[in-house]
């Protein structure tokens, strides 16, 4: 089923624009799923009702008309562009290259996300072209709600995610304690060797992650330190793993808590504390709901046990210090929010639930899956046990 693309074309309609412009690379996510091209330099697509068409370089033209999704595929050569580069500069040549391109198409106004480059916007304008920037980002929004394809997407990132959160379990579990320190083959176990054996075992999988968190001890009860040097016994280790499909562009995102050796009373609590207040979010995940509604779940559960939530004080520092979750897909953080400002979740929406609780004298603790919610509830698209100790 391909994506459904008649809000976008209601919000140009709204907008009296004769179509929806984007000019970047296929970094930019909205870009990449509208086009359904993968090009590492910016090139242009425009989305009008009835078509859409791509504007690239001769060096990706013959890519672009097998790999996109357009109807039709422009290069820069038809519009004389090396003629125009030569008065206007390489920039200058492309945006009025842009501007034949749309001309030839009829369309004279168009409409652009708020983070269109302001240098093709001013081009445009010089020359005729109408720019109008949406209120809001129609396609991202869009993106939200995923087909059941963009679902397994995700599903399959998610079981290479497993394999590296089962092969970083492995290796501490297999640690010996030696002054206090955690040991593996005569070394120290360091964040650094784990995020390593976690890189390894995603590319043999054939996923990729620029970074990942492994965050021992003080260093995890900040939600995003990535986590460096030695690891403890009994401290809390953050593990946090998102990785991106290398074919599909589509992400995992997956979080466990271990401790190697014997946990504090006050770390096993809060495991069991964030477990309970996992499970209340999962409870209230159905079609209909609102991410805020989710979200308090959790902050109920946590601040009847006697923490600080960013609900009860919006200056926390330690307790349930963030959100609850975020959608995934082709961004690792993209819509519908699970958290204060969430609003309705429909079936389609793949979403992290992840509560956590933060405290530099106890460490970090947080637990976290990836659920798509369906008709009738939701299903959640990781299978991987939750447990304190490693096995």
């Known amino acids: ?11 140009l309609a709204d907008a009296g624009a004769g179509g929806y412009l984007l000019d970047a690379d296929s970094d930019e996510a909205d870009q990449l799923y509208l086009s359904g091209f993968d090009a590492p330099d910016p090139f242009v697509t425009l989305y009008t009702p009835e078509e859409t068409a791509l504007l690239v370089s001769g060096l990706e033209y013959g890519r672009a008309r097998t790999e996109s999704r357009a109807d039709e595929v422009a290069r820069l050569a038809d519009y004389d562009y090396p003629a125009l580069v030569d008065e206007h500069g390489r920039a200058g040549a492309k945006h009025r290259a842009v501007a034949a391109f749309l001309a030839d198409r009829g369309v004279e106004s168009v409409a652009a996300p708020e983070r269109f480059p302001l240098g093709t916007a001013d081009d445009l304008r010089e020359v005729g072209i109408e720019v109008t920037v949406l209120d809001t980002d129609v396609v991202t929004e869009i993106r939200a709600t995923k087909t059941d394809a963009e679902v397994e997407n995700v599903h399959d990132a998610q079981r290479a995610n497993e394999a590296a959160m089962a092969a970083a379990e492995e ?21 650094e060797r784990v995020k390593e054996e976690i890189e390894v075992t995603l590319l043999r999988h054939g996923c990729a992650l620029d970074e990942t968190i492994v965050a021992g001890g003080a260093d995890g009860a900040d939600p995003h330190d990535r986590g460096s040097g030695p690891l403890e016994a009994g401290e809390p280790i953050v593990i946090d793993i998102f990785p991106r499909d290398k074919a599909t562009k589509y992400h995992g995102d997956m979080t466990r808590t271990f401790v190697v050796g014997e946990p504090s009373e006050a770390v096993w ?9 996992f ?9 209909g709901a609102t991410g805020a509604a989710v979200h308090d779940a959790v902050c109920d559960v946590f601040e009847a046990k006697g923490y600080d939530t960013l609900r009860s004080d919006p200056s926390a520092e330690t307790g349930f210090i963030h959100s ?23 079936p389609g929406h793949v979403v992290t639930i992840e509560p956590g609780l933060y405290d530099p004298a106890v460490g970090g603790v947080r637990i976290e899956d990836l659920a798509v919610v369906t008709e009738d509830g939701y299903e959640n698209l990781t299978d991987y046990p939750i447990r304190l100790r490693p096995e």
């Not at 499970?279 to 079609?287: G, H, S």
């Open 324 to 346: 609850t979750g975020h959608g995934i897909g082709l961004d690792v953080h993209e819509e519908p929010r699970i958290g204060p400002e969430g609003g309705e979740l429909r």
């Open 1 to 11: 089923m391909a994506p459904d693309f008649s809000s976008l074309s209601d919000a």
């Open 279 to 287: 499970e209340a979010a999962l409870d209230a995940l159905e079609p």
């Open 171 to 191: 290796l501490l579990a297999s640690a010996t304690v030696e002054d206090g320190l955690l040991y593996r083959d005569g070394e120290a176990l360091t964040s």
């Open 269 to 277: 609590r809060r495991f069991e504390d964030t477990r309970e207040a």
